[in-house]
């Protein structure tokens, strides 16, 4: 089995066949939760518990019935009412989990670097479930899938990644995905959404989304990210639609059978029309979601599988 990661911190160390080997195993996970009954028991017996520090939706539900499916006991550690809010660390809050013997933690920590400092205190497996503005592995992969599902492949393909850039954890997981997997990347944005070192991301970089769109096969938008600005990065929200708001008019710049992506939660009416969100001809979100629940069980199905392997080594060595 190509896929030999301890933990999923980010895209960063994968391998492209590693990328291919979630991928294919999220396929047959597809199938399994498209029919009534939708039992796995790749995780039975284990113990995973989600952490989210920030708002999540579909992220925090996708992971929890991902496990679930897959067998394992789902905890979902509410933030809100822990001791997080009486002041204890994350390494403090890891530290009384990991002794409860979890086997998957899912963690959401809106500083980046959070999640990898976790995973070298704990003895579980570890998944980034978006850390900051570093990374969020598991929303690439699931584009991955969606992109190859649509397109037939996940090479060779033009693809523009449009709107604040600067502030996103999936901007940078895509890019950096996208990038191993050989494909021609656009970023489009006003310079102020624009990160730092820019240049050094193997990206064409545009301020005008409809020369950056221009034979574009997939367009994939994101949310402005208003809880981490201070102030001053767009002029108005009306402004930033009329510029960089992907609608009808817009995308008709690329390719005629590129499709439209959004991570959700959407903004309608200000990088994303309404309309084209919802036309099951070009949009492609629901499927994000879709996919998003197989990736998942994909990643952490083969995150279990590793864990079962470490610790039969640990015992063997111990009987010798
Ligand atoms: C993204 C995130 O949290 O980084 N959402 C998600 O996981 N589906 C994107 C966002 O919040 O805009």
Redesign the pocket.
Known sequence: MAFRARHLLGIEPLQPLEITTVLDLAERYVELNRRTVKQSDALAGMTQINMFFEA?T??QSSFEIAGKRLGADVMNMSVAQSSVKKGETLIDTALTLNAMHPDLLVVRHPSSGAVNLLAQKVDCAVLNA?DGRHE?PT?ALLDALTIRRAKGRIQRLTIAICGDIAH???ARSNLILLGKMENRLRLIGPPTLMPAGVADLGAEVYDDMREGLKGADVVMM??L?KERMDGGFVPSMREYYHRFGLDAEKLSHAAPDAIVMH???MNRGVEIDGDLADDINRSVIQDQVEMGVAVRMACMDLLARNLRRERGRKIAETLV
């Open positions: 999540s579909r992220t978006g969020h929303q996103s954890r999936v994101l949310r990210q991570p959700g939660p």
